[in-house]
């Protein structure tokens, strides 16, 4: 019953701005811990940035000082601020959330920067 889905991905020029935006529906709970991951083509999937409950944050290092990722006032939602964007962004982005043993992946959504 619980879905994630993810919106706010387009086309962007380098060096623009993208906010991606996740929702939980059926949601009764607060997810424990909140993630952004992303897939290129040819390339494994990877944690861009997480944020827990508490407001902890993780961000890989190539996105650290340009990505800022956040949790709505709403528990079950969670955001991605994208700026100063590289061709190396471009990717499908999925939304994941965890609470106690259980994880939830949203659908994705595509991120294309061109240079």
């Known amino acids: 019953q619980v879905q994630l889905v993810e919106s706010g991905g387009g086309l962007v020029q380098a060096g623009g701005s993208l906010r991606l935006s996740c929702e939980g529906t059926g949601v009764s709970f607060n997810f424990d811990t909140m993630a952004w991951y992303r897939q290129a083509p040819g390339k494994q999937r990877e944690l861009v940035a997480s944020v827990r409950s508490g407001g902890v944050t993780v961000y890989v290092d190539s996105v650290k000082g340009r990505f800022t990722i956040s949790r709505g006032v709403a528990k079950n939602t969670v955001y991605l601020q994208m700026n100063s964007l590289t061709s190396e962004d471009t990717a499908a982005y999925y939304c994941?959330?965890?609470?106690?043993?259980?994880?939830?992946w949203g659908q994705g959504t595509q991120v294309t920067v061109s240079s």
């Open positions: 994941n959330a965890e609470y106690w043993d259980s994880g939830y």
